[in-house]
């Protein structure tokens, strides 16, 4: 009976160490200088340029994912007509040169319309929108950080709109 006792204790106290431990451990960051002596808005441009929530960003940056989200950074091939650059319908984004190549084939018209296709990191467009201005305040990769910055801006504005390059269609989300 006591050395079932004694193995009762013995089993309870190894129980009661197990459940106490934590981990006192850092994550690992790989940069060389302490994330706690980064300038804030600093670490909030890299995040800007990478088209990330600054949270997101702390997160990859902690769990060295930068390298990788840089690799993967979104480039799309855009057949773009210089002179009808206030126009987004006008001027598609695809995911391959290939299909930008043959849209600007295809839709070149002499004198109309003249398409060279270029590399953009983005697929959304912000715009004001009215009879006197027509132009980009904002191009982003994500549509959610777009309808973020109509937000943001839409007591200065009620006129702005947010393109969608690729599929073509337009969202006028001021509230």
Not at 138 to 147: E, F, L, V
């Amino acid at each position: 009976m006591k050395l079932y006792i004694l193995i009762g204790i013995i089993s309870i106290g190894a129980l009661i160490s197990l459940g106490g431990c934590v981990s006192n451990k850092q994550p690992s960051v790989n940069s060389p200088i302490p994330l706690a002596n980064y300038d804030e808005d600093v670490l909030k441009a890299k995040a800007k340029a990478l088209n990330m929530r600054y949270a997101d960003y702390l997160h990859a940056l902690t769990n060295n994912k930068i390298p990788d989200l840089r690799r993967q950074a979104s480039v799309y091939y855009q057949a773009h007509d210089f002179n009808w650059k206030d126009d987004p319908s006008v001027n598609p984004v695809f995911d391959t040169k290939a299909e930008a190549e043959k849209y600007a084939g295809e839709n070149n018209m002499g004198g109309h319309h003249s398409y060279e296709v270029r590399e953009v990191d983005y697929r959304y467009e912000v715009r004001i929108v009215n009879p006197s201005a027509n132009e980009v305040l904002h191009t982003t990769n994500k549509y959610n950080d777009a309808y973020e910055y109509v937000i943001e801006y839409s007591s200065s504005h009620s006129d702005l709109i947010i393109y969608d390059l690729k599929t073509g269609e337009s969202f006028e989300e001021t509230p």
